[in-house]
């Protein structure tokens, strides 16, 4: 692989090299080390945005006993094996309740035959 560098770049490399006494594809191999290093971290802005949200978070967390807490979550993860509610719904059966006020449309076959006129 080859990479061309400018004579700014080139006398800094230089210059770490020797102050380190290292070669200089060691030098290059560890600042691109510490470059990706860098760049899984936040810039300090991004920094105190994420501190602001965790204060504004904190408080609202409920102070509860572990007990209870792990209580919750063992039948959380209980209801979750035992797939759910326990109970299905066959779309096609299901009745579904109007709404107040709302006349329901008749069915086909389900619609009033004609009274006969007295």
Avoid: N, W
Avoid at 20 to 35: C, D, G, I, N, T
Avoid at 75 to 89: E, L, P
Wanted: glycine residues 6%; contains cysteine; charged residues 40%.
């Amino acid at each position: 692989m080859t990479f061309t560098l400018d004579e700014d770049a080139v006398r800094q490399l230089e210059r770490a090299a020797q102050r380190l006494s290292m070669p200089k594809s060691h030098v290059v191999r560890e600042a691109l080390r510490v470059y990706g290093e860098e760049l899984g971290r936040l810039s300090e802005e991004e920094r105190q945005k994420v501190l602001d949200i965790f204060d504004d978070v904190v408080p609202s967390i409920p102070d509860r006993p572990r007990e209870e807490v792990e209580r919750e979550l063992a039948d959380v993860r209980s209801s979750r094996r035992a797939g759910g509610r326990g109970t299905t719904v066959d779309p096609c059966v299901a009745e579904i309740e109007p709404e107040p006020g709302v006349e329901p449309e008749p069915e086909p076959g389900d619609e009033p035959e004609d009274e006969p006129d007295s």
